[in-house]
């Protein structure tokens, strides 16, 4: 959304088609999601933090475990952005599920587009933190339009898979 790197060159209509695009790319896929919000300084130190984490991805891997149960392979990627949230995922799905049936791969975001997708939803989701936070900048309002706008049409269709 911000014209780093290879979209510098790129107005924001260009981008916005881009966003648009990858959007309706998204609503056909068959997944579902999840996501939990943190804020690091309600947290006393990053060990309460990662604590937490695994807490909650532990109980919403519980609470959805037929859902993992279905496949024969869970693949853990992530692109160890944060070292933090590496530990909670790693100690929370090796908890849950058998360790025979979890894969862990570090990649790259142009590597795989499922991981694309999560970074996407993630946006939604935070754009909306953002939002009721009165912390969106005019990139987001660029983006999505103000808070009515964002929630009827980019919330919405993020949502819709949610688990």
Request: with cysteine; charged share 30%.
């Amino acid at each position: 959304m911000n014209g780093h790197k290879d979209y510098e060159f790129l107005n924001i209509e260009q981008r916005k088609v881009m966003l648009t695009y990858f959007s309706s790319f998204v609503r056909k896929l068959p997944i579902s999601y999840i996501t939990f919000v943190y804020r690091r300084s309600r947290f006393e130190d990053p060990a309460r933090l990662m604590e937490r984490m695994g807490r909650d991805i532990s109980s919403a891997m519980i609470e959805h475990l037929g859902f993992f149960q279905s496949f024969d392979d869970v693949k853990v990627y992530y692109d160890n952005g944060q070292d933090i949230v590496k530990q909670a995922l790693d100690r929370s799905v090796g908890k849950v599920l058998s360790k025979g049936v979890v894969r862990r791969r570090k990649t790259s975001m142009t590597d795989y587009r499922l991981e694309q997708v999560a970074d996407y939803l993630c946006t939604i989701e935070l754009a909306l933190v953002k939002c009721e936070a009165k912390e969106n900048g005019k990139t987001y309002n660029k983006f999505f339009g103000g808070i009515g706008s964002f929630k009827r049409n980019w919330l919405k269709q993020a949502r819709s898979k949610r688990i």
